[in-house]
C-alpha cells in the first residue's frame, strides 16, 4: 500500500498530495530524498531507501516537475513505476504554471489511474506465482532423470561395496571408484579422466586430513606411517609464530625493548629537544587563485566538433533539416539524443581519473534531468550536456556547509576548550606532512597549536612529528611506541585544557581499509575523545581505490560505534595535487562518495603549500 504521492515543481512548491493515502510518515523521507539524492545528481538511481520507506520518483524536465511515491519498504509494490509514469502522463495534460492547486481537479483522477495500476500489478503478480511451480516442476522432472541415470549406470558398473565392504563415492554420472584407499596410498586416479563430480562432504575430510587435492599426496608424508605426520605435526606447532600487536590500554612487557625513543616527562614533554624556528612566509591557504577564462569559448567549439565525429552510427541527416531543428529547436530530448553526447562525456570524465563508478552515475542522472526537456534554438544536444554536467559537477563539489576552521576555533576557545582535529587515512598519504602544514596555517592566524603523536605503531612516526613540531616551535605530546593512541589522544587533550593550547592536531597511523584491528583501533579513539573534525588524508593519484577507502572508512566507524551518535568523516585534505596535472577526478570521486567537502589541498613540500580548493577550476579541468 502506498504510503504518500505528492507531485512538486523543481523549485519545491507542492502541487497536489493525494489525500486519501497521506499518512504521517516517519521523519522526513522526502526532503531526504531532495537533499541526499536529487540534489547531490543521484537521481539516476531507480529508488531510495529511508528507513522503513522505499521512494520512487520520476521527472517531467519540460514542465520541471517531480512526482514521488512512498511506499512501505517490506512491501514489493509492483504498480508503484507504471503508476508514477500514468501519473505524469495526466498531470502534464492539465498543467498550467499560474495554478498552484489541483486538489478538486486530480483526485479523481489519480483514483482511476490507482485502480487501472492495481489491476495490472495484480496480473503480474499472478502470472509470477504461475511460473514458480512450474520452474519447480522441471527441476524435479532433471533430477527424477539424473537419478534414473544413474541407476541404470549402477546396476551396469556392478555393486557399491567392495569386498572388503568399503564405502564408495558414487559420482555425478554413474562410476564408482574406490578413492579412499588410492588416495590414502598416495596413487593418482589417472584412469577415470571422464568423472565430473566429487563428493564436496568426503572431499573436504581428505582434505583436513592432509590431502592437497585430487590424487595429491599428504602434506606430511605420502608413504609414510601416521606416527611420522604427528611428529612433524608438533614440531610445526613448537616452531614461534609472530605475536599480534595489542591494542589494550597496558603493552606487554616483553616488547618494551623496541621502543627507542627520547625520554619524556610524564605530561608528554620533550624539554631538551633543541628549538629551530621555521618561517617561510604566507600560507597558500590565505592566496586568493586566479582563475581565468579566456579559452572556454575554444574548448567548447573543440568539444562540440569531438562529440560531432563520435557520432557515425548517427543517421546523417539533411542540410536543410539540421540547420532548421537548430533555429527552431528540437521538441524533446530522447535517450537516444542524449546517449552519443553521454558516452564521450564519460569517457572524458574517466581519463580524467575520476571512478568509473562515479562517471557513470553521473552521466545517469544528468541524463534523467534532461530526458524529455525541450532543446532551446540555436544549441547543440553537446553543448547542452556539458552545462547541465558542468552545474552537476559545481552542485556536488560545493560544500553544503560552514567549513570556517577559524570561526569554529575561535566558538570552542569561548567554552574554554581546545578544538580537536584528527588526520586518518591509508598508509603514505602524507598525513604527517600536511598536519604540519595546517599548523603552520593555524600558526600565521595567532592560533595556539598542539601537536599530538598518536602513530604508536610506525616506527619513526613519533620521530617525524618531533621535528616538525621543533622547526615549527609548537609543543608536541607523544608517549613513545606500543601505547594505546585513543588514551594517547586523550591524555594530550586534557594536556591541551590544562596549558591552554586552541587546538591540537592528532597524527594517526596509516591503516588500509580492511584492516579489522586498526579501523577497530582508529574507532575507539574517535568514540573516546569525540573530535571536532575528523579529516581523511587522500592522495590525488588514486582513482577507483578512492571509492572504496572512503566508503569502507565510512563503513567500519559506522558499524564499530559503540555509541548512538555515529561519527563519520567530515572532511577531506587532498595530497599530492601537484604531481597530476588534470587528472583530477580523484576530487570528485571522493566528494560524491562520502558527501565530505574538499578542506585542504595539498600541492608542495613546504609548509606553505597548502590551499582551498578551486571548484570552478577543477570543473573546467575535468571537462576540458
Keep these: 500500500m502506498l504510503e504518500q504521492l505528492l507531485i512538486f515543481t523543481r523549485g519545491g512548491l507542492i502541487l497536489w498530495t493525494c489525500k486519501e493515502i497521506s499518512n504521517a510518515l516517519k521523519g522526513s523521507p522526502i526532503d531526504t530524498l531532495i537533499r541526499s539524492c536529487l540534489l547531490e545528481e543521484r537521481s539516476g538511481e531507480v529508488s531510495f531507501n529511508y528507513g522503513a520507506y522505499t521512494l520512487k520518483w520520476t521527472f517531467h524536465n519540460d514542465l520541471g516537475l517531480v512526482f514521488v511515491a512512498v511506499y512501505q519498504r517490506i512491501l514489493q509494490l509492483l504498480y508503484v513505476d507504471d503508476l508514477l509514469s500514468l501519473v505524469k502522463q495526466s498531470f502534464s495534460e492539465i498543467y498550467d504554471p499560474k495554478r498552484m492547486n489541483y486538489d478538486d481537479d486530480f483526485d479523481e483522477t489519480f483514483r482511476q489511474l ?45 555393486s557399491k561395496k567392495d569386498d572388503e565392504g568399503k564405502k564408495v563415492s558414487s559420482l555425478t554420472n554413474g562410476n564408482h571408484h574406490k578413492m579412499e584407499d588410492d588416495v590414502a596410498n598416495g596413487k593418482e586416479n589417472t584412469d577415470d579422466s571422464n568423472n565430473v563430480g566429487l563428493d564436496v562432504s568426503k572431499l573436504a575430510k581428505l582434505r583436513s586430513k592432509g590431502v592437497r587435492g585430487r590424487g595429491g599426496l599428504r602434506k606430511a608424508d605420502s608413504v609414510g606411517s601416521n606416527k611420522g605426520s604427528k611428529v612433524n605435526a608438533a614440531e610445526l606447532s613448537k616452531k614461534t609464530t609472530k605475536k599480534n600487536r595489542v591494542w589494550d590500554d597496558a603493552a606487554p612487557k616483553q616488547q618494551e625493548k623496541l621502543d627507542f625513543t627520547d625520554s619524556v616527562d610524564q605530561n608528554g614533554g620533550n624539554d631538551h629537544v633543541e628549538v629551530v624556528a621555521a618561517d617561510q612566509g604566507e600560507s597558500m591557504m590565505d592566496k586568493e587563485e586566479a582563475f581565468s577564462s579566456d579559452s572556454e569559448s575554444d574548448d567548447d567549439e573543440d568539444d ?21 531543428q537548430s533555429i527552431t529547436g528540437k521538441a524533446n530530448l530522447e535517450r ?132 616538525h613540531a621543533r622547526r615549527l616551535q609548537i609543543p608536541i605530546f607523544e608517549k613513545g611506541y606500543e601505547k594505546d593512541p585513543a588514551v594517547v589522544a586523550k591524555e594530550a587533550i586534557q594536556e591541551a585544557t590544562r596549558n591552554g593550547s586552541d587546538v591540537v592536531l592528532v597524527d594517526t597511523a596509516g591503516r588500509m581499509q580492511d584492516n579489522e584491528p586498526l579501523m577497530r583501533a582508529l574507532s575507539k579513539l574517535i568514540n573516546l575523545n569525540k573530535p571536532d573534525l575528523v579529516l581523511f588524508v587522500g592522495e590525488a593519484l ?7 577507502q572512503l566508503s569502507k572508512f565510512n563503513q567500519k566507524l559506522s558499524d564499530l560505534s559503540t555509541s548512538g551518535n555515529t561519527r563519520l568523516i567530515d572532511g577531506i585534505l587532498l595530497t599530492k595535487f601537484d604531481t597530476i596535472d588534470d587528472k583530477v577526478g580523484a576530487a570528485l570521486s571522493m566528494v560524491y562518495i562520502s558527501g565530505a567537502p574538499v578542506m585542504f589541498v595539498g600541492c608542495g613540500q613546504s609548509y606553505t603549500d597548502l590551499k582551498k580548493l578551486n571548484v570552478k577550476a577543477i570543473v573546467k579541468t575535468l571537462l576540458k
Design 114 to 158: 490507482r485502480m487501472e495500476a492495481e489491476a495490472r500489478g495484480e496480473e503480474l503478480r499472478k502470472t509470477k506465482q504461475v511460473v514458480k511451480p512450474l520452474s519447480s516442476n522441471v527441476k524435479k522432472q532433471v533430477q527424477v532423470s539424473v537419478e534414473g541415470g544413474n541407476k541404470k549406470s549402477s546396476d551396469g558398473g556392478g
Design 304 to 324: 562540440e566538433a569531438r562529440s560531432d565525429e563520435e557520432k557515425p552510427e548517427a543517421k546523417k541527416k539533411g542540410w536543410f533539416s539540421s540547420v532548421f
Design 336 to 467: 537516444t539524443d542524449l546517449e552519443p553526447a553521454l558516452k564521450a562525456l564519460k569517457e572524458r570524465l574517466m581519463t580524467k581519473n575520476v571512478a568509473e563508478e562515479i562517471a557513470e552515475k553521473l552521466c545517469e542522472s544528468v541524463e534523467a534531468s534532461l530526458e524529455g526537456k525541450k532543446l532551446a534554438s540555436f544549441t547543440r544536444i553537446s553543448s547542452t550536456v556539458q552545462g547541465a554536467m558542468e552545474e552537476a559537477l559545481i552542485r556536488i563539489l560545493t560544500p553544503r556547509r560552514s567549513i570556517d576552521i577559524m570561526r569554529d576555533v575561535h566558538a570552542a576557545k569561548e567554552q574554554r576548550r581546545p578544538y580537536v582535529v584528527v588526520f586518518v587515512g591509508v598508509n603514505g598519504v602524507g598525513k604527517s606532512t600536511n598536519l604540519a602544514k595546517v599548523a603552520y596555517w593555524l600558526q600565521q592566524h595567532k592560533v595556539s597549536v598542539m601537536m599530538a603523536a598518536c602513530d604508536t605503531f610506525r616506527s619513526g612516526a613519533v620521530e617525524q612529528l618531533r621535528t
Design 542 to 548: 588514486v582513482g577507483n581505490d578512492a571509492v572504496d
